[in-house]
């Protein structure tokens, strides 16, 4: 019997070791899926022909092949808003229930290649436009530290999987914080990679105008880092490429880094920090201290990203949508549709421009800085249905909580959130690391060191 919490890589020694077959490996998390994911909205697709016939495939390699594939015999999940031609992509929208897409994304061929075991589509809010999963056509994916609360969005559905041990390792997509708020809510490593580190080919030249990037959702930060390897790399004509890491960026996991010069922000002018949240990251920055590196706060606002974002986010994922059916659209989201189709090409435009001055201006003030430190989020994870479910206070709810979140898909730059301890009524706190532009390897780095002062893979939701 395998454990539902086994890391990706050791599940990979054991399949490429012949311990466990492939099979094997997909019939236990296929199970656990059947047995766990009605209470738990983790899924809305489950593709078991796709994971057995995977299994097949990879029983029929030689162990050569085996040991070239970084992911061999590893279950892994897709968000339910990546192109896949087989089975359906439905954006979570009502109005592409039936959708296929005419190819799948390149990184999930990658992920295919790669030896992975595909699983199913996780559930997502409508368009992935909701910093919780709720709404539109998928069940809300609740928490499983805490089934009354959201696992947060838009990779909510993959954040659930990954915490109640439907799968090691799954696919989740940011462009305002969508990797890294569910995995901050539900206890899990998230990694915002930075833009142009994993292609969006072919289904579109950028995400979000560039905001929006692909990344793995782990329990543990070798995971992450293991996932990214498989997947990362640009593609022909993309708009935006990261340059190749120097080594695989699993490799980082074993660094420790030399005393670093860290920035620290504790507060935004959005919304007021929780006072278990703030405390739970005044600690890590003391743990970071100790790790020798030099820990300032600073003054930097992130809020001031506010303006420029908006318009683009609207006009850029559900503006641009061919809708036939505007009735079915989930009632909170259907004004930010309506706005989209207003927005202009000069007023666009405009917002573009001023979002990638704001950016410079941030990651000028960072400069200094080899890495900054944050709160994920600035609240834990809330109560189903109290987060952008009232039309007139949509804007508000998600900012005044994504505060920390949304300004670095602005920047580019990569992120990652990591689990920081628990409230008193047993939810997860969250830290998060911002790098230099294009460095992922020194963020896995510094949060691989930090996994290590403060161990969080043993800890188990209550759920079984």
């Known amino acids: 019997m395998l454990d539902p919490y086994i890391e990706a ?20 998390f296929l199970s656990r899926i059947e047995a ?39 279950a892994y999940s897709l968000k339910d808003l990546t192109w896949t031609k087989d089975f359906p992509t ?12 005419p190819a799948d994304a390149e990184f999930a061929v990658r992920l295919r290649d790669a030896g992975g075991i595909l699983l199913g589509k996780t559930s997502t809010p409508e368009f992935g436009m909701r910093p919780t999963t709720e709404g539109g056509l998928h069940p809300a994916a609740r928490n499983p530290w805490n089934l009354e609360h959201t696992a ?71 995971d992450a880092a293991l996932m990214l390897d498989a997947f990362a790399g640009g593609s022909l004509g993309d708009p935006y490429a990261a340059p190749p890491p120097d080594r695989p960026f699993v490799e980082a996991v074993s660094l420790r880094p030399k005393k670093l010069r860290l920035a620290a922000i504790r507060e935004t ?29 600073i003054e930097l606002d992130p809020g001031s990203m506010l303006r420029p974002f908006p318009p683009i ?63 994920t989020l600035t609240r834990p994870a809330p109560r189903l249905g109290t987060v952008a479910m009232v039309p007139e206070k949509v804007a508000d709810d998600i900012y005044s909580w994504i505060s920390f979140t949304f300004p670095f898909n602005s920047t580019g730059q990569p992120a990652i959130s990591l ?9 997860p706190l969250a830290l998060q690391i911002v790098g230099r532009p294009n460095d992922e390897a020194g963020v896995i780095a510094l949060a691989a060191e930090f996994e290590q002062a403060r161990p969080w893979k043993h800890l188990r939701p209550p759920i079984d």
Not at 202 to 211: C, I, N, R, V, Y
Not at 272 to 290: G, I, N, T
Not at 419 to 427: A, E
């Open 36 to 74: 766990l994911n009605p209470k738990l909205g983790a899924f809305y697709t489950v593709t078991a022909e796709r994971a057995l016939s995977d299994a097949a495939r990879l029983e029929r390699m030689a162990p050569g092949e085996a040991a070239d594939r970084p992911l061999f015999g590893v």
């Open 313 to 375: 986010v609207v006009c850029a994922c559900v503006g641009a949508i061919e809708i036939e059916k505007p009735e079915l659209l989930d009632a909170a989201m259907r004004p930010s549709w309506e706005w989209g189709r207003k927005i202009s090409a000069t007023e666009y435009l405009n917002a573009l421009a001023g979002l990638h001055n704001t950016a410079r201006a941030i990651i000028r003030a960072l400069a200094p800085y080899d890495a900054l430190l944050t709160p």
């Open 419 to 427: 689990p920081n301890g628990f409230t008193k009524s047993g939810l």
């Open 269 to 297: 002018k959005l919304s007021p920090v929780d006072p278990e949240m703030l405390a739970a990251f005044d600690s890590a920055c003391a743990a970071f201290r100790e790790m020798g590196h030099s820990v300032e706060v």
């Open 90 to 101: 439905t954006f979570g929208s009502k109005n592409f229930e039936k959708w296929y897409a």
């Open 9 to 28: 890589w050791e599940l990979r020694e054991l399949v490429r070791k012949r311990e466990v077959r492939p099979r094997e490996v997909a019939e236990f």
């Open 152 to 222: 947060g969005g838009s990779s909510g559905g993959a954040a659930t999987s990954v915490a109640a041990g439907l799968n090691p390792i799954a696919q989740g997509s940011d462009g305002g914080g969508s990797i890294r708020i569910p995995a901050a809510c539900c206890g899990l490593v998230g990694i915002k990679t930075s833009r142009g580190r994993v292609t969006v080919a072919p289904d579109k030249a950028e995400g979000w105008g560039g905001l929006a990037t692909t990344g793995p959702i782990a329990r543990t930060v070798r």
